[in-house]
């Protein structure tokens, strides 16, 4: 079949069809397990050896030491191009990829995150936060 009679063919069977998509932000779906979405620090397991600052190719995750083997990282989310290298080049698991992704802030000092101590719950389009 071919003219408007298959146009409007195609017409019908899309009507009839489920959407591809979803009604975002209205309608979520899960994201992808893959998904490298904002970096997590784990401090209880870092020791300071500032490989994953080395090897991040932003410059956007600093180490500091702020106590007797205790240390913070401090993320700069907009910076971070979502790479997890530091992740892959980090010795002890200090550091993971989160399936975050709802990230946008007009303020972008918002999205430099520092983390000491334990990770806390983060909500939409909260970044993780210290405690
Ligand atoms: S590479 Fe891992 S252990 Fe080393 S400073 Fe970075 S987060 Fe800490
Ligand atoms: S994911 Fe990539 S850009 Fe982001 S902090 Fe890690 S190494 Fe840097």
Do not use: H, W
């Not at 190719?57 to 240390?71: L, N």
């Amino acid at each position: 079949m071919k003219g408007p009679g298959r146009m409007l063919q195609l017409i019908l069977e899309s009507i009839l069809k489920k959407p591809s998509t979803v009604s975002y932000p209205k309608f979520k779906e899960a994201p992808l397990k893959s998904l490298r979405g904002a970096i997590a620090f784990i401090p209880e397991n870092c020791i300071g050896c500032k490989i994953c600052m080395k090897d991040c190719p932003a410059g956007a995750i600093i180490i500091t030491k702020i106590g007797e083997k205790v240390f913070q990282a401090e993320i700069d989310l907009s910076k971070c191009i979502y790479c997890a290298q530091c992740v892959d080049s980090c010795p002890k698991k200090a550091l993971e990829y989160t399936t975050q992704f709802e990230l946008a802030a007009l303020d972008k000092n918002k999205l430099k995150v520092t983390t000491s101590g334990k990770l806390q719950t983060t909500t939409q389009n909260e970044t993780p936060k210290s405690e």
